[in-house]
C-alpha cells in the first residue's frame, strides 16, 4: 500500500512539471548600439531567439549581454550579417545591421 502511495504520488508529480509551461529564457545584459538618427539606444535582457528590430541599423555595438547577438542586414532576422560574442564591440561601415537575435 506504502509503495502504491510513492509511486502514484511520483507519477503525480511528474504529470504536473510536464504541465507547467516553461519560461522563456532570455540573456542577461545589455546589447548597446547607435543609430543614425536616434542616437545611443539599448535592448536589455532580450530574449533569446526573438527577433529585435535596430532602428535604423546600427552604426556600432556593444554586446554586453551573456549571449551570442546574431546580426542581419535586414529588418526581420533572414540575411545574417556578423555574430557578435559577449563583451565583442563592431563598428559597421556601409552596410549596417537592422536586427539582431541573441543565441
Known amino acids: 500500500m506504502r509503495l ?5 504520488a511520483v507519477f503525480g508529480a511528474l504529470a504536473l512539471a510536464v ?3 516553461t519560461s522563456a529564457h532570455a540573456a542577461t545584459g545589455t546589447f548597446s548600439y547607435v543609430s543614425p ?3 545611443d539606444l539599448d ?3 532580450p530574449t533569446d531567439g526573438e527577433c529585435r528590430l535596430l532602428l535604423q541599423g546600427a552604426i556600432s555595438a556593444f554586446n554586453g549581454t551573456n549571449a551570442t547577438a546574431v546580426l542581419f542586414t535586414d529588418r526581420g532576422c533572414e ?3 556578423t555574430t557578435m560574442a559577449p563583451d565583442d564591440q563592431r563598428f559597421f561601415g556601409d552596410s549596417l545591421p537592422h ?3 541573441f543565441n
Open 79 to 81: 540575411q545574417r550579417q
Open 37 to 39: 538618427e536616434s542616437g
Open 19 to 21: 504541465a507547467m509551461p
Open 99 to 101: 536586427s539582431v537575435r
Open 43 to 45: 535592448v536589455t535582457n
Open 4 to 8: 502504491r502511495r510513492t509511486v502514484t
